[in-house]
């Protein structure tokens, strides 16, 4: 159940960075999900420690996430560049986190 937590704290994250682009261009309604947003993240997250998963993996696994995520979503949704070397900088991003989660199983 940790993971299904883990991934309802990076999409309710990533919601939430998403929405703080549209309040910060002067649509001050995006500020509602924006609280709303990283509050569910943030109860999500204390919910995957609670299931026991160690907070490097999970803080690993949910920043990496969510920045790899935003990336992705800010170039369909706001036209934003998504060059090669930030395709790149993502597949180091999960090489990492496959690596922190593999050193945490021993």
């Known amino acids: 159940m940790g993971y299904v ?4 704290a990076i999409v309710s994250e990533v919601a939430a960075t998403l929405s ?5 261009h002067g649509s001050r309604r995006w500020y509602i ?3 709303i947003g990283y509050l569910v993240a943030f109860t999500m997250l204390a ?3 609670a299931e026991g998963i160690g907070l490097g993996v999970a ?3 949910w920043a990496a996430a969510g920045v790899a995520m935003t990336a992705v979503a800010t170039k ?4 934003e560049p998504f060059t090669k070397l930030m395709a790149a900088g993502i597949a180091a991003i999960v090489a990492g986190v496959l690596l922190i989660e593999l050193g945490a199983a021993h």
Request: glycine fraction near 10%; proline fraction near 5%.
């Open 76 to 79: 369909f949704l706001f036209g």
């Open 33 to 35: 999900p924006v609280v």
């Open 47 to 49: 919910l995957v420690l």
């Open 5 to 8: 937590f883990l991934a309802a």
């Open 59 to 61: 803080y690993g696994i």
């Open 20 to 24: 703080l682009r549209k309040a910060a």
